[in-house]
């Protein structure tokens, strides 16, 4: 099974980016300048459901930032935020500026709680095979991919939610799939967001197959979509990754224990059947 993660990473250059250019802006993240009386000041436009990780890097001619120390920062989530202030040095000397940013979904001051257990994305009772696994020489490679799973789940698969947690984000209008770098970013997909500021993806999902809200909280469990074959993909199945900023240039993929019948599983070799049961009590839900 293979996929090219939806993790969004972003750097962009702008130099003369206004209020009203975000305005019209269909991005994301949208960082621009505005004038504060003799200063400068930056600020970020967060469109997302999930806070944003943000890093600027900047070239000053004659001026400084008034918080020189401080370059990371985490947008909150469907909110707008000054990230820094530009301070011209000397008023009688020409002066100008150039700023970089990157950004990545998240908040990079998360941190996972490793006492969680995970229930298989699936009817309990139910088993399903693993197709790809955790470090595999396929496609889960890389720091925002290494400790996926991929579920070989036939098309239409109820897909539960494997933690509790609120749906941020969602897709479900592609009909695309296949092999061709053209379904790169055609995949259907729920990310939920747990109690530690952790993101699950859910990814490759049926055609109209997403059955949750955005803003809705869900338990672990919880019936979210039905399992498809959108975006980059050799086949039907249920790509899952829980994700996590290092930094505002770097998102992880972090390593999950599994609840099986056959117990608790980290990374569960590929063509494992794993049968669904259900978590303890006391690590069922966030």
């Known amino acids: 099974m293979v ?19 975000c305005d019209i802006s269909e991005e994301d993240l949208c960082v621009y300048q505005e004038k504060e009386g003799d200063h400068i000041a930056i600020f970020a436009r967060n469109r997302k459901a999930f806070e944003i990780s ?19 920062f985490v947008v909150s989530a469907n909110s707008e935020q000054k990230l820094a202030t530009l301070v011209i040095t ?12 990157w950004w990545v979904p998240g908040d990079f001051n998360a941190k996972h709680d490793g006492k969680s ?13 693993v197709g ?11 720091s925002h991919a290494r400790n996926a799973i991929d579920f070989v789940l036939p098309v239409g698969t109820p897909v539960h939610a494997a933690r509790g947690g609120t749906v941020v984000d969602l897709h479900e209008v592609s009909n695309s799939g296949g092999l061709s770098t053209m379904h790169y970013d055609k995949g259907n997909f729920v990310q939920i967001k747990h109690a530690d500021g952790t993101i699950a993806s859910y990814h490759h999902l049926r055609t ?9 909280h869900v338990e672990a469990g919880d019936f979210i979509a039905y399992s498809g074959d959108t975006g980059y993909s050799s086949g039907p199945h249920l790509h899952f990754v829980v994700l996590q900023p290092e930094s505002p240039r770097k998102t992880n993929s972090i390593s999950v224990t ?29």
Request: proline content about 4%.
């Open 208 to 216: 109209m197959g997403v059955k949750v809200d955005l803003g809705e």
């Open 90 to 101: 000397d008023p009688y000397a020409r002066s100008g500026m150039q700023y970089s940013y």
């Open 3 to 21: 996929l090219i993660s939806l993790v969004a990473t972003s750097v962009a250059l702008a130099e003369t980016a206004t209020r009203a250019d």
């Open 117 to 129: 257990l995970y229930r298989l994305p699936y009817k309990l009772g139910s088993t399903f095979y």
């Open 258 to 286: 599994w609840m099986a019948a056959r117990g608790e599983l980290t990374c569960p070799r590929a063509g494992l059947a794993l049968r669904a049961v259900s978590i303890p009590e006391q690590g069922a839900n966030d």
């Open 54 to 72: 943000v890093e600027l890097q900047f070239w000053l001619r004659n001026m400084h930032l008034a918080e020189p120390d401080k370059n990371q």
């Open 132 to 142: 790809q696994s955790c470090n595999s020489t396929g496609t889960h490679q890389g």
